[in-house]
């Protein structure tokens, strides 16, 4: 059982260069997210998706966008890259348990580095 | 805005003594509230979680307290251990469209010394 699976783990880009990060799950949860991690700011949600076949803005959604592709993937594109979204990219999914609400789920990450 | 705050950006504490880290929000909307876990180069992993509606959960060595008129909660480890050095990241959630949109705190790095 894999759980939140994301590729590739490191990626440099120059600026202005595009790139999609992907994400898969494997545990049939609904809900799917795209979060990045900077120094001193903890995560912040970038898109989400509530359930298959809708995506929505979280807090810092500008330069980015997503398509949820089926619903194990969860997929977030740079168009064009800029310094400022060097960063640690996580995709995480949560969905319903047998007590409610299940916690997130992450993925181990995606160290970006624009140049 | 932050609307989750973890104050102390560092702990150090002895192994075998109580590692205690600290955690404010300011929206009185959350009603889920969780505790994870990140070790260096790893995701983030899920330690503990409570709802509103109690002010205490404990699994195993990790007591997660909430007092909801001080919007404050809390979580304790005891006794810490030389691998509960990590990063200690607080969140909360309410039903905001999705019950996985976390709002997280900065976190706590914790060092536990022999």
């Known amino acids: 059982n894999a759980g939140v699976t994301q590729t590739p783990k490191f990626q440099v880009l120059k600026t202005g260069q595009s790139m999609t990060l992907q994400c898969a799950q494997d545990?049939?949860?609904?809900?799917m997210y795209w979060y990045r991690q900077d120094p001193g700011m903890g995560l912040r949600l970038i898109y989400y998706?509530?359930?298959?076949?809708?995506?929505d803005k979280g807090e810092v959604p500008n330069g980015y966008n997503v398509s949820r592709l089926n619903k194990r993937e969860f997929s977030l594109r740079l168009e064009s890259a800029a310094p400022s979204q060097t960063s640690v990219y996580f995709c995480?999914?949560?969905?319903?348990?047998?007590?409610?609400?299940?916690?997130?789920?992450f993925g181990q990450g995606t160290r970006l580095t624009v140049v | 805005d932050q609307q989750v705050k973890q104050n102390s950006p560092s702990l150090s504490v002895q192994e075998g003594r109580i590692s205690i880290l600290n955690c404010d929000y300011t929206?009185?909307?959350?009603?889920?509230f969780l505790w994870y876990k990140k070790y260096p180069a790893e995701g983030p992993t899920f330690l503990i979680s409570?709802?509103?509606?109690?002010d205490k959960n404990e699994d195993g060595r990790f007591t997660v307290f909430l007092n909801k008129s001080a919007k404050h909660l809390s979580l304790h480890i005891v006794p810490s251990q030389p691998g509960d050095s990590a990063v200690y990241f607080c969140?909360?959630?309410?039903?905001?469209?999705?019950?996985?949109?976390?709002?997280f705190g900065a976190g706590t790095q914790v060092v536990v010394t022999p």
């Open positions: 995480a999914s949560s969905g319903l348990g047998t007590g409610g609400r299940t916690e997130a789920f």
């Open positions: 929206n009185s909307m959350f009603d889920y």
């Open positions: 998706s509530a359930s298959e076949g809708t995506t």
């Open positions: 409570i709802s509103s509606i109690k």
């Open positions: 969140a909360a959630s309410g039903n905001f469209g999705s019950w996985g949109k976390l709002q």
């Open positions: 545990m049939n949860h609904n809900s």
